[in-house]
């Protein structure tokens, strides 16, 4: 971090008022609930069986 501040300092800021907004932490939560779903039906389903009831219950 004190090696990217020392580079630019604009961008520095920029990243750090970026990482304190509410509205990229709500962005970022939007994205993880959205995906979560797919997530864990790969994980059910990546396994060395036959599981077609999974797929489509």
């Excluded at 020392?6 to 509205?23: G, P, Y």
């Excluded at 939007?30 to 039906?41: G, H, K, Q, R, S």
């Amino acid at each position: 971090w004190s090696f990217y501040r020392v580079e630019d300092d604009a961008k520095a800021q920029s990243m750090k008022n970026l990482i304190f907004e509410d509205k990229w932490w709500d962005k970022i939560a939007y994205f993880l609930d959205f995906t979560e779903p797919i997530w864990c039906m790969l994980r059910a389903v990546d396994k060395y069986e036959l599981m077609p009831h999974k797929v489509y219950a």
